[in-house]
Structures are given as structure tokens and as C-alpha cells.
């Protein structure tokens, strides 16, 4: 059997139990770092302005006659901003200084593709075209963190040369005859027989799982691996359908569905996670934004600024964090859209910087030509 069909072989016996990892692989190792990271990527361009909503800009409703909030349907965060009532937990993570929020943030892209917003959102460049991850460029340089997607495949924010493994729930089973059968061809190439042996432990780590491909489940699932004994302590996750065209809604509605989605998966990490909880760092981010005036068919169209969602009990919580740039015509950008005035690789270089303990060389790394980009004070709990 030659090396070319084995590693056929080996990837589909990998494909069968859901597992990818990047090769060439080392054991599966227990992360050094004390302290737990997530990344949450929001595909379609979640509408901020819907989320983090603005009561108190006197130019907000008369923009959304259909889908705009009143303050009486919202849950107050400030005498600025009110929370999309759909988001219950991370209110009363808001309340109990839990839950922040950033506003009027964006990536350096300005154009309106969701395929190139979210490279540019995951690979922390202003090119499109970079193929590697910032988060796989921070494990790179910091050999302490261990990373896993519950994904199908590894997303480009965790693509590059360093190793990085997949989870992913399936149908399959194998017994144990076939591991040990697989194992033994495996054994004479010794890059393939320890990514097996890695793939046979994270399907160990994963056990048995309940519920199929829900996006409450794989949260849920993501905080089983990241308190397992020999566990990663970073994970990325993704929910999809924030692309709101048409007959977005209010306070019911296609974003309220996606928002209780949203809600109901990261209340399921917090309660798997457990007391590892107060040493966890979330972050929920998407491409880009949407117009601030609805569209013909009462939905919403690709924007520019957003706003950001991190919680955790590593976070100085209860705060709207923003430089608020108005919703006046002669405020937005470009006419349309809410002026981005934070930059998202600042809240992401303060996240592992005072988070995950990187320094200052290691961000100009993972960020490059972002130097200018200040770390946010006050977001973070020094403890």
C-alpha cells in the first residue's frame, strides 16, 4: 500500500469520526494556559444597530418606521443603549457585570462581500487574500494555548502552521477492532499514526453527544472539551443566518430568532463550563454591519460599523463601550452606514494581551501594521 492511498485512508477514517487536524500533527497535549478563550463567528452580517440598540440617537427610529425598538420594549443598558430583549442571559450577565459590549466597531474592510468581510474578520489583515488565521498566528508564537473548532472543517481563523484540531458531531461509529486496525496501518508513518491516536482522543474528550448539530449543542459541547482533563483551552465556533434582507422584525422576527439561537448556546457553554466560567473570555463578532435605514422590504442591507458581544467572568462587564459617531445623514459613512470608530483587532490584541498574556512582539505577529491600535483598558478583570 503506498504512502498516497494510506493518507487517503487515514483521511477518511478521520472524516469518519468527525475529527480534522493539521498535519503534520503532534500528540494531543493539555494546555499550560490557566485561563479559556472563545471565539464566535456571526456569518451574514448581524444587524448591531437591532442588537445594541441606540434608544436615545433621536435619528434612530425615524430610519426604522418597521423594524426599529422603542425603549419600552427594550432592556435598558444605559440612558443610551437598550439590549434586544431576545437576549436574555446576557443580560442578566450585563447586570451582573458579566456581559460588555463594543459599538460602532469594524475590521479595516470597507467594501460589502460577505466572503471577503469575513477573511478580512478572521485572517486580522487588511488583505483578503492572506491565508493564514490571527488566531493559529497566536498559536504560533505561544506554545502554552491549545485550539479546537467545532467545526466541519478548520476555519480560516485557525488555518496556518501551527496545529489546530476540528470536532465535529456525526453518525458514525467505529469499534474498537477498527481503531486498532487502523492504528496498526498506521504505525510504520509516524506523522499519521499520531494524528490517529490525536483523533481517537478528542473523539474520546467529545463522548457521547446529544441533540445533533444545534448551535446550543456545539456550545455546550465546546465547554465539555475545554474543562476535559486534557483539554484546549480555546475554542471557535460559528452560527450562521444573520443576513437580514428582508422581513427582519422587531422585537419578533428573523433577528430575534437568531439572537435567541445565539443566547441559548453561549447560557449552555456558561453551564458547562461551570467555575471555569470566572476565567473565560467570549467574543461574538461578525463580518460587518448593516444600513441604518431599513429597506423596501423591511430587512436591512450590508453596512459597515457593529456591535461586538463579549461575556465571560474575565470581563469587566455592565458597560457599552464606544465612541458613538451619530446616526444623523452627515454622520454616517458613506451616507448609509454606521461610521466604524473602533478598530476590531484592538479588542481582539486587548483579549490576548490581557487575557491570554501576550506580548507586545507577539501582537505585532499575530496583528501586523497594527502597532497604532491601542490596548483597551478596563475590559478585562485583573485578578
Not at 464566535?40 to 426599529?68: C, E, F, H, W
Not at 456550545?219 to 480555546?234: D, H, M, R, V, Y
Request: proline letters at 4%; glycine letters at 8%.
Amino acid at each position: 500500500m503506498d504512502n498516497i492511498f494510506d493518507r487517503r485512508m487515514f483521511l477518511k477514517s478521520l472524516a469518519a469520526f468527525g475529527v480534522c487536524s493539521a498535519l503534520p500533527s503532534v500528540a494531543f497535549a493539555k494546555t499550560q494556559s490557566a485561563n479559556i478563550f472563545v471565539w464566535i463567528t456571526l456569518r451574514g452580517a448581524m444587524d448591531g444597530l437591532n442588537v445594541v440598540v441606540p434608544y436615545g440617537d433621536k435619528d434612530y427610529l425615524p430610519q426604522r418606521p418597521s423594524i426599529g425598538l422603542h425603549k419600552n420594549q427594550l432592556n435598558k443598558l444605559d440612558d443610551f443603549f437598550g439590549l434586544h430583549p431576545a437576549l436574555k442571559s446576557c443580560y442578566q450577565w450585563y447586570q451582573q457585570g458579566e456581559m460588555a459590549f463594543i459599538h460602532a466597531c469594524a475590521s479595516p474592510y470597507r467594501q460589502r462581500s460577505h466572503f471577503d468581510g469575513q477573511k478580512v474578520l478572521e485572517n486580522g489583515t487588511e488583505d483578503p487574500l492572506h491565508s493564514d488565521g490571527w488566531l493559529n498566528r497566536f498559536l504560533s508564537v505561544d506554545s502554552k494555548q491549545h485550539t479546537i473548532a467545532i467545526d466541519s472543517g478548520l476555519p480560516l481563523i485557525v488555518q496556518g502552521n501551527a496545529q489546530a484540531d476540528s470536532w465535529y458531531p456525526h453518525k458514525l461509529k467505529i469499534k474498537q477492532q477498527q481503531a486498532e486496525l487502523l492504528q496498526e496501518m498506521y504505525q510504520s508513518d509516524q506523522a499519521l499514526s499520531d494524528n490517529f491516536i490525536n483523533a481517537l482522543d478528542i473523539e474520546k474528550m467529545a463522548g457521547h453527544v446529544k441533540g445533533g448539530q444545534q448551535f446550543h449543542v456545539l456550545a455546550q459541547q465546546a465547554g465539555k472539551f475545554l474543562t476535559s482533563e486534557n483539554g484546549p483551552n480555546i475554542a471557535v465556533l460559528e452560527l450562521g443566518g444573520w443576513d437580514t434582507h428582508a422581513g427582519e422584525g422587531a422585537v419578533k422576527g428573523r433577528l430575534a430568532s437568531q439572537l435567541k439561537k445565539l443566547d441559548e448556546g453561549l447560557s449552555a457553554l456558561k453551564s458547562q463550563l461551570g467555575e471555569a466560567w470566572s476565567r473565560t473570555v467570549v467574543i461574538a463578532a461578525s463580518e460587518f454591519g448593516r444600513t441604518i435605514a431599513e429597506n423596501g422590504t423591511k430587512g436591512t442591507d450590508h453596512g459597515t460599523a457593529n456591535a461586538m458581544l463579549i461575556a465571560g467572568g474575565a470581563v469587566s462587564g455592565n458597560q457599552v463601550i464606544t465612541k458613538w459617531p451619530g446616526l444623523a445623514k452627515s454622520q454616517q459613512y458613506k451616507g448609509r452606514d454606521l461610521a466604524p470608530t473602533t478598530d476590531i483587532r484592538s479588542i481582539c490584541k486587548t483579549v490576548l494581551h490581557s487575557h491570554l498574556g501576550a506580548t507586545n512582539k507577539q501582537l505585532d505577529i499575530v496583528f501586523p501594521s497594527s502597532s497604532e491600535l491601542p490596548i483597551m483598558k478596563d475590559l478585562i478583570r485583573h485578578t
